[in-house]
């Protein structure tokens, strides 16, 4: 089992930033790939940005490229996944989930990550 905490979600004016992060804890949690996803209201859910279990390969959305950068550390205590975001815009309103795979390497489908956080809301005014 890998356990997910989001934070650091919150309301910032467009052209802002923000920074979330996600502790990950549990067997493992530091190989796998992980990766960020967001849901709008009324919206279906949306891949954002994953990174692989070596942080050295990244995916992005075309939505956020250029803006937002994921990355993630790790010591011996734990596992923790980042998502900076840059000139958001009132369209990345959002509640942000973090979400980790069981497998290495990076991927934009859903499907393939079993555990997810409990979501951090992010809310940009114009």
């Known amino acids: 089992q890998v356990q997910l905490v989001e934070s650091g979600g919150g309301l910032v004016q467009a052209g802002g930033s923000l920074r979330l992060s996600c502790a990950a804890s549990?067997?493992?949690?530091?190989?796998?790939?992980m990766g960020w996803f967001r849901q709008a209201p009324g919206k279906e859910r949306e891949f954002v940005a994953a990174i692989s279990w070596s942080g050295g390969s990244t995916l992005y959305a075309d939505s956020v490229k250029g803006r937002f950068t994921i990355s993630r550390s790790r010591d011996s205590a734990k596992n923790t996944l980042f998502l900076q975001m840059n000139s958001l815009k009132p369209e990345d309103t959002a509640v942000y989930y973090c979400a980790s795979t069981i497998r290495l390497s990076v991927t934009r489908d859903a499907d393939l990550y079993p555990y997810w956080g409990q979501g951090s809301q992010v809310t940009v005014s114009s």
């Open positions: 549990g067997r493992t949690s530091s190989n796998y790939a």
